[in-house]
């Protein structure tokens, strides 16, 4: 059974024909490619929040080559040694949705999985990968989720709001936040930048009890320029080239960059 709600009273939603209705009577169509809509009006600050189609085409690309499937493993790998029948897991920020149909596959049991992001143009790309997971246009800072309904939260690399993720998440349920550390894709950065800013805290704190945290560092070989290209293009370093430096994308080819990411796993109670 889902675990849908309504984002402007939080009340569950039941699917009444092609609509998702809440007791209040608040109305979300669903999309011809059956993603709902539950991004409220006054989040929608620009016209189109969230990534761009063209990043978000590139992170497509690039994920979809494997490269960061070790990412995926140290996640699901935590997953399933944790497991057990019929969990909620919503992947927040889930952008073009690889991370969290790759989930789905791997994990391959009875749970009811979310993708949610604040892009129409990313959640429309990720229902394209399956029907089977409840895609959504939504915002982090206010996610379409009952209370208290969920087991597991992912969020790789995107924003996250603490006191939503106490509110979605069960007394014993955890979440997984990736994030990037300083040296991560270093090497675009000094391609990129003057100077490289090194940030004082190495990844972001979440006021939770924190079950496991490590560092993952690995140097990963792009094997030609187009996969080099996407990976720079999904990340905002791209839009940071200034125009003196922009002919460095004219000699990229092949190249070797390093991933370093923080792996923290927070509990709730
Ligand atoms: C760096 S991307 C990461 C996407 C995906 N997790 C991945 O690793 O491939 C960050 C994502 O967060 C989404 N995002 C930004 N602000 C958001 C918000 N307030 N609510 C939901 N998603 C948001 C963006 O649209 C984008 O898809
Ligand atoms: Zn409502």
Redesign the pocket.
């Known amino acids: 059974m889902h675990k849908l709600a309504c984002p402007k009273c939080h009340q569950p939603l039941i699917l009444d024909g092609k609509t998702y209705k809440c007791q209040n009577n608040h109305c979300y169509d669903i999309a011809k490619s059956q993603y709902i809509n539950l991004l409220l009006n006054p989040d929608k600050s620009t016209n189109n929040?969230?990534?761009n189609k063209e990043s978000?085409m590139c992170?497509k690309n690039y994920?979809n080559q494997g490269y960061y499937d070790v990412i995926l493993n140290e996640v699901v790998n935590y997953i399933k040694a944790h497991r057990h029948p019929q969990m909620q897991i919503l992947?927040?920020?889930?952008?073009?949705g690889?991370?969290t149909y790759r989930m789905q596959q791997e994990l391959n049991d009875d749970s009811i999985i979310y993708g949610?992001?604040?892009?129409k143009d990313?959640i429309q790309m990720a229902s394209k990968y399956t029907k089977d997971i409840y895609w959504m246009v939504?915002?982090?800072?206010n996610i379409p989720l009952v209370d208290h309904s969920l087991d597991v939260i992912t969020a790789?690399?995107?924003?996250v709001k603490d006191s939503e993720i106490k509110r979605c998440l069960k007394e014993d349920g955890y979440m997984i936040h990736v994030t990037a550390n300083n040296k991560h894709l270093i090497e675009f950065k000094e391609l990129i930048y003057d100077e490289v800013k090194v940030k004082s805290d190495q990844f972001i704190r979440l006021p939770f009890e924190v079950s496991e945290s490590y560092d993952f560092k690995k140097t990963i070989h792009l094997r030609n320029r187009e996969d080099t290209l996407n990976l720079l293009k999904m990340t905002p370093h791209y839009y940071h080239i200034k125009k003196d430096r922009r002919h460095v994308l004219d000699t990229l080819g092949e190249f070797d960059v390093t991933i370093d990411i923080r792996i923290t796993v927070y509990k709730m109670s």
Do not use: A, H, Q
Request: aromatic fraction near 12%; glycine fraction near 18%; charged fraction near 20%.
């Open positions: 929040p969230g990534d978000l992170r994920l992947d927040l920020g889930c952008g073009e690889y991370y949610l992001d604040i892009s990313g939504g915002n982090s800072k790789l690399f995107t924003v």
